[in-house]
């Protein structure tokens, strides 16, 4: 079966880069999109299509991909950014629908 | 604004079926270009897909739960459900109705429910 792998955990001080990434074999060619999940809630949605950021979610949050990789990258992550991360897309068929294994981001 | 408010049962017991409804208000879940999904994620660990079911009344699930997988719609009551049949402790998990949007090979999820979480046990 398809896997996404993302790193367990990534820790950063407030207003440092963070980065996140999300490996997969079929990321060339298909999109990856990301989710950000505070303790306690649903998830919500931070990239999707790579690199697009939807309505009311923070120009710091941005996302790119290259090759079998894509990253999510927080530009000046403060405390409010503390959650865990996911990255989710498909296999090569379009059939296997794949969330990563998800990414504890820390900032202190 | 569209919301999606997951209700059913807390509790089942093991070999029985989990039932669950995803109330939605805010939209019509007839509108096309849309799929009604649903993602689970067991207690400490990560997000599962489901399976979704499109206004056309098609539908994909996972593989690995394809056997034990039925997702329905009633568009006059604007919901949509899951049943698993079969269930065991593996089953136990927080279960979220969400939007997806795109084609089948495309579908990203956009808006989500709170979650209600399903415990399997005698």
């Known amino acids: 079966s398809y896997e996404l792998t993302q790193p367990p955990s990534v820790s950063v001080s407030p207003g440092q880069t963070a980065r996140i990434t999300c490996s997969g074999d079929?990321?060339?060619?298909?999109?990856a999109y990301w989710y950000q999940q505070k303790s306690g809630q649903a998830p919500v949605l931070v990239i999707y299509?790579?690199?697009k950021r939807p309505s009311g979610i923070p120009e710091r949050f941005s996302g790119s991909s290259s090759g079998t990789m894509a990253t999510l990258t927080i530009s000046g992550a403060q405390v409010e950014d503390e959650a865990d991360y996911y990255c989710?897309?498909?296999?090569?068929?379009?059939?296997?629908?794949?969330f990563g294994g998800g990414t504890k981001l820390t900032v202190l | 604004q569209l919301q999606l408010q997951e209700s059913g049962s807390g509790l089942v017991k093991p070999s029985q079926t989990l039932s669950l409804t995803c109330a939605v208000s805010g939209g019509s879940i007839s509108s096309g270009g849309y799929s009604w999904s649903w993602i689970r994620q067991p207690p400490g660990k990560g997000l599962e897909w489901i399976g979704y079911?499109?206004?056309?009344?098609?539908?994909y699930y996972n593989p690995s739960l394809k056997s034990r997988v039925t997702i329905s719609v009633d568009r006059s009551k604007n919901q949509f459900s899951l049943k698993l049949s079969s269930v065991t402790a593996a089953d136990t998990a927080v279960y979220y109705c969400?939007?997806?949007?795109?084609?089948?090979?495309?579908?990203?999820?956009?808006?989500w429910g709170q979650g209600t979480l399903v415990t399997v046990s005698s």
């Open positions: 969400a939007r997806g949007s795109g084609d089948h090979r495309t579908v990203h999820f956009d808006y």
């Open positions: 299509e790579d690199s």
């Open positions: 989710y897309s498909t296999d090569s068929s379009g059939n296997h629908k794949v």
């Open positions: 079929a990321l060339p060619k298909k999109y």
């Open positions: 079911i499109y206004h056309s009344g098609s539908t």
